[in-house]
């Protein structure tokens, strides 16, 4: 199953209009797919003891990303850098097994003409750190507004060409590396 993860709490945002999108290119393609969308964090996610007592609706999550055969992280930039919501869930998932040796690719929006660049970077570090597979043909979306509808997903052909294209290469990146386990 391949988990598309919202990296953001803010509603209604252009990462989770791409993350449906992009749950119906997954699918078109053959490929078992869903939405980890941060909205649904239940507050005690944000509680200070969350992280030594995880709450239970957190568990969930948690076991979504350990059973996992590949994640698609879809990251808005906020202040230069991932939001504060991702970074977080991040960091409440069990050590070493929700990363170490899982396939993860990227996909950045932003505002600004860079496209997310910053926080996919600095996202492919901690990635590293944990041992996971770096997928890498990334997707950055600058003027991210100007591509994506709310209603529609996304406008631009060519955009929607490189999320197709990484969406097949990261399902044989995946496969490649459950057969190299085997």
């Known amino acids: 199953m391949i988990e598309i993860i919202v990296g953001t709490n803010r509603r209604n945002s252009n990462s989770s209009v791409l993350a449906e999108w992009l749950l119906k290119i ?20 944000f509680s200070p003891d969350a992280y030594s007592e995880k709450p239970e609706a957190v568990l969930g999550f948690t076991q979504r990303i350990v059973k996992s055969s590949g994640l698609v992280l879809i990251t808005p930039e906020y202040n230069g850098s991932m939001p504060g919501a991702l970074k977080l869930f991040i960091d409440h998932l069990p050590f070493p097994e929700s990363f170490e040796n899982r396939p993860i690719c990227y996909i950045g929006l932003a505002a600004g003409q860079f496209g997310a660049l910053r926080p996919i970077e600095h996202l492919m ?10 997928f890498p043909k990334r997707v950055f ?6 591509v994506i509808d709310p209603s529609s997903g996304v406008t631009d052909p060519d955009f ?5 294209e990484q969406a097949q290469s990261f399902i044989q990146f995946c496969n490649l590396l459950k057969d190299q386990k085997s």
């Open 26 to 45: 997954y699918q078109d393609i053959g490929a078992d797919a869903q939405i980890i969308d941060l909205v649904k964090l239940p507050l005690e996610t």
């Open 160 to 164: 929607a060409n490189r999320l197709l």
């Open 125 to 134: 570090q901690v990635f590293s750190y944990r041992n996971a597979h770096n």
């Open 141 to 146: 979306i600058p003027f991210a507004h100007r």
